[in-house]
């Protein structure tokens, strides 16, 4: 296979990728070495986040097959791309703990829920709860009212035998022996 023919098969890739992502998030490694690159790797990989080292002509090239051209303003210097498959969130949280823990990395901007954000919103998208809390704070907020509502009517019930309860004992203390 030639290098046009690779390059190709490259931007292909890419694309498929942008298109099944939920997130691709860019940064700037520039200064990491091997061993932090392959932590950082390591960590993403954990969470089912692929993490790649893109040419910038080639990346921009995916986008724009995918009509996310607005990505290509942040197609500058050296570039990864980290893409997540099933929370978005995870990804810009690892990717921000990451540069907060080496100084080296930078988030550029990426891709979330097929719409391109600056790296402001990525670094605020990393600050939300993991989507399984998030789960969980729905799942909470909707049973609440349903357990306030259970136990009015379980008060509302244990009321109404006390007070029938009361009946029957009076009816039988004014019966006649």
Do not use: H, W
């Not at 303003?73 to 570039?79: A, D, I, S, V, W």
């Not at 080296?104 to 939300?128: D, F, N, Q, S």
């Amino acid at each position: 296979m030639g290098a046009r023919e690779t390059k190709a098969a490259v931007v292909d890739e890419l694309s498929r990728k942008l298109e099944q992502a939920d997130a691709a998030i860019l940064v700037d490694y520039r200064g990491l070495d091997v061993a932090k690159t392959s932590v950082l790797r390591r960590r993403l990989r954990d969470a089912g986040i692929e993490f790649q080292v893109v040419k910038n002509t080639l990346a921009f090239r995916a986008a724009e097959n995918c009509g996310f051209d607005e990505l290509g303003t942040f197609l500058e210097g050296p570039t990864a791309i980290a893409f997540g498959f099933s929370d978005s969130v995870t990804v810009a949280k690892l990717l921000q703990q990451f540069a907060a823990e080496t100084k080296l990395t930078e988030i550029k901007g990426g891709l979330v829920e097929k719409k391109v954000y600056p790296a402001e919103v990525i670094r605020k998208l990393a600050g939300l709860p993991s989507r399984e809390v998030l789960l969980g704070r729905t799942a909470g907020a909707i049973s609440a009212p349903l357990y306030n509502l259970a136990g009015v009517l379980a008060g509302i019930m244990r009321g109404f035998v006390y007070s029938l309860s009361a009946v029957v004992e009076q009816k039988k203390a004014n019966q006649p022996a």
